[in-house]
């Protein structure tokens, strides 16, 4: 055993090389084989009358998606992916900066814990309790009642793609629901992020004349921003293939993940479904390349 140990510690390369292939091939296969397999079933045919998959090219797929009800299906997933991820960021900066510059180490503890605490409950139990919450009788009706706030929600709902019948059924409601589900995603790397900035160069600002919005815009944000791109990735990507809550709340209109399940679990055309779910794939791509062009990949 001595002499094994000696022989994979003078070869480095070698020794490497035998960690890394159990992952790899792993990697290769089960994640890079089914993507490759998914992609070629995109370019193949769906027979409408037989009702099964012919392996001939075509390029239908993809040209389908360009029609105006999927691509109304793509414009509302990819608006409330967007949605969501600068919704966390307006909620989510704030939070992470009281962490990291104001939180005592018992309160930072107590913050951690909320954060961190709804990430441990079922996601489809979380949902199914937002319904709840949002119903036209639920806690938070009751709440705006006692606050004589109905007339400013019934205001917010009827306007055009934000409202609906009730905050349950409205584009609003499915915004708050995916809000509070990836909020902490963005947190924690914002937090980490603005642990990283020297509280001396938040001071040397102000000594210098600037004022806290300056400080923030010229200083802080620079230097967390690398944090809120990548809490971003989490957010959008997230968002962006969900199907649950696009189900569960929120007025009529498919969503990319529930088209994929419909297409494939219901119909069966999986041609149709992988062209959809290239979608997202290219999206993530785009959207990662430029997150590394902002830095959020040498910040962790």
């Known amino acids: ?34 993507l490759f397999n998914l992609l070629i079933q995109s370019v193949w045919v769906f027979d409408d009358m037989s009702m099964s998959v012919i392996t001939e090219f075509t390029n239908t797929n993809f040209a389908n998606l360009l029609t ?20 966390c960021v307006l909620l989510g900066f704030p939070m992470a900066y009281y962490m ?9 503890g ?9 990430m441990w409950a079922s996601f489809i139990v979380k949902a199914y309790a937002w319904t709840v919450l949002l119903a036209q009788g639920g806690v938070i009706y009751w709440l705006l009642n006692a606050m004589g ?16 019948d009730t905050l349950a059924t409205s584009n609003l409601g499915r915004f708050v629901v995916f809000t509070y589900i990836w909020l902490p995603f963005m947190v924690l790397p914002i937090q980490a992020a603005i642990e990283r900035v020297p509280v001396t160069l938040l001071l040397a600002s102000g000594d210098l004349g600037a004022r ?83 830095g959020a990949f040498h910040a962790y």
């Open 1 to 34: 055993m001595r002499t094994l140990s000696n022989f994979f510690y003078r070869q480095r390369t070698l020794t490497l090389l035998l960690m890394l292939t159990p992952p790899l091939l792993w990697f290769g296969v089960v994640y890079l084989g089914s």
């Open 68 to 87: 105006p009800a999927n691509l109304d299906i793509l414009t509302r997933t990819l608006a409330m992916a967007c949605a969501v991820t600068l919704g």
């Open 110 to 118: 107590f913050f951690y814990v909320a954060v961190m605490l709804p």
């Open 212 to 294: 806290p919005f300056q400080t923030f815009r010229r200083v802080l944000w620079p230097l967390a921003f690398p944090g809120v791109v990548a809490g971003s990735i989490f957010t959008f990507s997230l968002t962006l293939g969900d199907y649950i809550i696009a189900q569960l709340v929120g007025p009529p209109g498919l969503y990319i993940g529930n088209m994929v399940y419909t297409l494939q679990g219901t119909i069966g055309n999986i041609p149709m479904a992988a062209a959809f779910t290239c979608v997202p794939i290219v999206l993530i791509t785009l959207y990662l390349s430029l997150a590394r062009r902002l």
């Open 149 to 164: 706030l109905q007339f400013a929600l019934q205001a917010v709902l009827s306007l055009p793609v934000v409202g609906g």
């Open 100 to 108: 990291a510059h104001f939180a005592g180490p018992a309160e930072k």
